[in-house]
């Protein structure tokens, strides 16, 4: 059976029912993953009828295709989020991560800390924000740090640091402290987030002048500071309306099989931040929406209300979401969205120029490339480098570009296992040999291209392995760098004829951004080796010790040299059993004795 008359055979059995479907390319990779309230209407469509140009390059690279039923269309909203998350598909929308915005949070504990993060976690603390860039962040968090007394110190200290002797702790770790005076610190704290700094502004005014009237003109001045802090932060912010709800407005448009997506973050009445993102579109817009929206709170804290366009059901959101979802039809609700949308629109057609060029310079330095060494439909770059330092902690990367790309998730990091002392050559055999095996073992896709950072001499052990031990016939070639560590050649095939590139070309803008890119990748898992390693503790060898002990124990005793002087006693103090505390007790003594 051909692989059409198979696709049509499954077309033919596709149920009636809400579920997602998974299309699959020719190497078994998930390739997109949609929902549908009608699976047999949804997944016919891609092979029915006409359809733009991105939707028809999906469609073309569709071999396969796999189905789950489910009883619901909100259960189908909530397993595409995982399928995507899983697989993370090509031609799916991506929100990255890296695309997160700090916050500002009040930890959830005893005696709770305030902190700036970027990771959104389930555990009990309260988040505000999002704030535009780290500097905005750590600028409020250092006013609320001198406004409000709460812990700073972790793990807790054994006594009182110098933040409680100049006014900024209540001394926990020492100090019996009020549970109402806390909550009642907390409360303000949440109401200045919440922008409402009407009275913490009055309190400061009313000391201020205090102050000045006791001839405590050093304390007046700094209280001074402190009221136009304040100050600055809230006029940073912009858009303001009377309503002070936290809401978050969502705006989109489409255009030539592209959808934006503008959202407004609305905070105490102002707005204190914006979102955008753009993205190509393969399914109805109305779901990529709602998919988009769902996504988008998975690492985004919930607001009390969000705005959305009439195009998507504000029934499954309320149930996806857990939170209020409205469709405003008049008002000013309606006016946010309508700017959201607007400002949706200024963004894609803005946007539309850049792609075009991107696009357009990062497929000429490809097909260049290809022409250059004679490889008509060149698409996929595996590009390796080894890094060491005189031959110890040695390691080597790969990364991978696709269509000109960098594709981040199939970089690898590799540990040399079999080479002792500085050999280049023979780590290079490792990594391909360990490479390629995987890659035919798990009959996965090879590349067009195998690229090596280095010379003849590592490009020759590269073709022994392809050719010798797995008889593939892949093109390869090695960038070779100038005194300055520049890309200089091009070296290709047997013998590493040099070919010829014009250094202004796009192509070889493109070899020096894949060279650049697999030196950073492999010195940065090199650093990381070695940082572990210079960091590493007598602990970490001890059977029986994992981090939490590690941890348990250096909050005990304060250091590691306080536990090589602990005795047998101290250390089961500290909570271990007897057993274990006379393993670490012999452990820490060898290492001194050493």
Known sequence: ?????????????L???????????????VIYVGKAKNLKNRVRSYFTGAHDIKTMRLVAEIRDFEYIVTASELEALLLEMTLIKKHDPKYNIRLKDDKTYPYIKITNEPYPRLLTTRKLKKDGGHYFGPYPNAYAANETKRLLDKLYPLRKCQPMPRKLCLYYHIGQCLGPCELAVDTDDQKAIVQEIRGFLNGETAETLAKLEVDMVKAAEEMQFERAAELRDQIRAVESIMNKQNMITADPTARDVFGYTLDRGWMCVQVFYMRGGKMIERDVSLFPLHGEPSEELESFIV???????LPKEVLVPEIVRIDLLNDALGTKVMQPKRGAKRQLLALATKNAEIALNEKFELLARDEER????????GEAIGIPNLSRVDIIDNANIQGSDAVSALVVFEDGKPLKKEYRKYKIRTVQGPDDYETMREVVRRRFRRLLTEEKRLPDLLLIDGGIGQLNAALDVLHNEFGLDLPVGSLKKDDRHRTSQLLFGEGGGVIEL????????????MQDEVHRFAITFHRSLRTKKMTKSVLDDIPGVGQKRRQQLIRHFGSMKQIRLASLEQLKEAGLPEKLAETVLQHVHEETDE
């Open 1 to 13: 059976m051909s692989q059409t008359d198979h696709i049509k055979h499954k077309l033919a059995l």
């Open 362 to 369: 990062t497929l000429l330095a490809m097909r260049e490339l």
């Open 15 to 29: 149920p009636d029912e809400p579920g997602c479907y998974l299309h699959k390319n020719e190497y078994g990779e």
């Open 502 to 513: 014009n250094s202004r070309s796009s192509a070889f803008y493109l070899l020096q951004r």
């Open 295 to 301: 996504q988008f709170y998975e690492q985004n804290v």
